[in-house]
């Protein structure tokens, strides 16, 4: 005698938990990203000190933009290994 699994119906509640989650996950990222683009110069010369001011905004720019790259590449991973959990 095998049993089913058959997942309820989310109610209201959940899909707005949900909803809110996601929303507030989003904007604290968004703001973060909006951040470090405020303060890319400043960034820059500490992280990054050169002679010349254009390549240190550069390199800044350049780890903004792996940031950016490497968010869905990392919802890849980690949504193929925690499906399989």
Same mark, same amino acid.
């Given at each position: 005698?095998?049993?089913?699994? *058959?997942?309820? &119906?989310?109610?209201?509640?959940?899909?707005?938990?949900?909803? %809110?989650?996601? =929303?507030? /996950?989003? $904007?604290?990222?968004?703001?973060?990203?909006?951040?470090?683009?405020?303060?890319?110069?400043? *960034?820059?010369? &500490?992280?990054?000190?050169?002679?010349?001011?254009?390549?240190? %905004?550069?390199? =800044?720019? /350049?780890? $903004?933009?792996?940031?950016?790259?490497?968010?869905?590449?990392?919802?890849?991973?980690?949504?193929?290994?925690?499906?399989?959990?």
């Amino acid at each position: 005698m095998s049993q089913t699994f *058959i997942p309820h &119906a989310p109610t209201v509640k959940s899909r707005i938990g949900t909803i %809110l989650r996601a =929303t507030s /996950g989003n $904007f604290l990222e968004q703001f973060d990203f909006f951040l470090f683009g405020f303060y890319a110069s400043a *960034i820059g010369k &500490a992280f990054f000190p050169s002679e010349s001011e254009t390549a240190s %905004l550069l390199n =800044t720019f /350049g780890v $903004f933009w792996l940031g950016a790259l490497m968010r869905p590449v990392v919802a890849i991973v980690l949504g193929a290994y925690i499906e399989k959990a």
